[in-house]
């Protein structure tokens, strides 16, 4: 079984930085796939961002040049930095891993972004 915990989530107004902490723990090894998704009520929830076991970045363009994400390969997690927040950010956000074909969620950490 593969646990995933996000934190970092809070209330920031507009223009403010948040950071997301992903840890994933149990029976995981090797370097595998973990990015970050983002749900609001009444929508689906939608990619934001995802790190390769190689360290290579994917970003949505809503987000690009505002959020960074990095990957701590030693221990499993990663890091969403997000910078010059908009009200548009606000949501819950789900950390999924990706291992042996199998996808692993957390329970998510809401982000709210007052004007």
């Known amino acids: 079984q593969v646990h995933v915990v996000e934190s970092g989530g809070g209330l920031v107004q507009t223009g403010g930085s948040l950071r997301l902490s992903c840890a994933a723990s149990?029976?995981?090894?090797?370097?595998?796939?973990m990015s970050w998704y983002r749900q609001t009520p009444g929508k689906e929830r939608e990619f934001v961002a995802g790190?390769?076991?190689?360290?290579?970045?994917d970003y949505a363009p809503s987000v690009k040049a505002r959020f960074t994400i990095s990957r701590d390969n030693m221990q499993n997690m990663v890091t969403l930095q997000m910078n010059s927040l908009k009200p548009d950010d606000t949501g819950i956000y789900y950390c999924?891993?990706?291992?042996?074909?199998?996808?692993?969620w957390g329970q998510g950490t809401q982000v709210t972004v007052s004007s």
């Open positions: 999924r891993v990706y291992y042996r074909c199998r996808e692993y």
């Open positions: 149990g029976r995981i090894a090797g370097l595998n796939p």
């Open positions: 790190v390769a076991g190689s360290r290579s970045t």
